[in-house]
């Protein structure tokens, strides 16, 4: 089982840069694949990008393409996004998921475990 933690969410002009964290239990989490996806109010789940279990294979939304940089440290359990260029539509709730069985998993129901989530709001 995985536990996940996100932090380094916060406020932030447009334009702006935050680097999201997600630190990881458990001693099998090179075995996970690893993705973020976020929430607005009112909208579903979406997805933004992911990472295989090595790192060596990433996957971006085309809305964050360009923008949004995933990468992970298998000794440290932790992934992070790093953010630049933002806008105020990338305003959501943050989350980071860990799944098995696909390489980058794409879609909320390939994640088998979730974190609490982390807000990120971008003003105009």
């Known amino acids: 089982q995985v536990q996940l933690a996100e932090s380094g969410g916060g406020l932030v002009q447009a334009g702006g840069s935050l680097r999201l964290s997600c630190a990881a239990s458990g001693r099998t989490f090179s075995s996970y694949a690893m993705g973020w996806f976020r929430q607005a109010p009112g909208k579903d789940r979406e997805f933004v990008t992911a990472?295989?279990?090595?790192?060596?294979?990433?996957s971006y939304a085309d809305s964050v393409k360009g923008r949004f940089t995933i990468s992970r440290d298998n000794a440290k359990n932790t992934v992070v996004l790093q953010m630049s260029s933002l806008k105020p539509e990338d305003t959501a709730n943050y989350y980071c998921?860990?799944?098995?069985?696909?390489?980058?998993?794409?879609?909320?129901?390939?994640?088998?475990?979730w974190g609490q989530g982390t807000q990120v709001t971008v003003s105009s």
């Open positions: 990472i295989s279990r090595s790192g060596g294979r990433t």
């Open positions: 998921a860990a799944g098995l069985g696909y390489l980058v998993p794409l879609r909320p129901s390939d994640y088998h475990y």
